[in-house]
């Protein structure tokens, strides 16, 4: 089993930064991919951007250039930098781990980019 606990959510004007953290625990191999997700009011739930356990990365286009993505192996831990948020950034961020074809995901933080 695997548990993932976000961190970092909150209200930022437009053009402002958040950093968002992700702790995974359980059941952790060595290899594995975690990553982020939002999903908005009335939208589906969308990649944000991901990172393999040997660092290769992916990003959305809407977010390439403003939001980046890191680990630490040894915590089993994610972070998301995002820098210049727009207000449709605004969603429910929502941490992923990926291992053996499986998916666990975490509860979800709500990230709001208003004036």
């Known amino acids: 089993q695997v548990q993932l606990v976000e961190s970092g959510g909150g209200l930022v004007q437009p053009g402002g930064s958040l950093r968002l953290s992700c702790a995974a625990s359980g059941t952790i191999f060595s290899i594995n991919t975690m990553g982020w997700f939002r999903q908005a009011p009335g939208k589906q739930r969308e990649l944000v951007a991901t990172i393999t356990t040997g660092g290769s990365t992916d990003y959305a286009d809407s977010v390439k250039g403003r939001f980046t993505i890191s680990r630490d192996n040894a915590k089993n831990t994610v972070y998301l930098q995002m820098n210049s948020l727009k207000p449709e950034d605004t969603a429910v961020y929502y941490c992923?781990?990926?291992?053996?074809?499986?998916?666990?995901w975490g509860q979800g933080t709500q990230v709001t980019a208003s004036s």
């Open positions: 992923n781990l990926k291992q053996l074809l499986r998916n666990y």
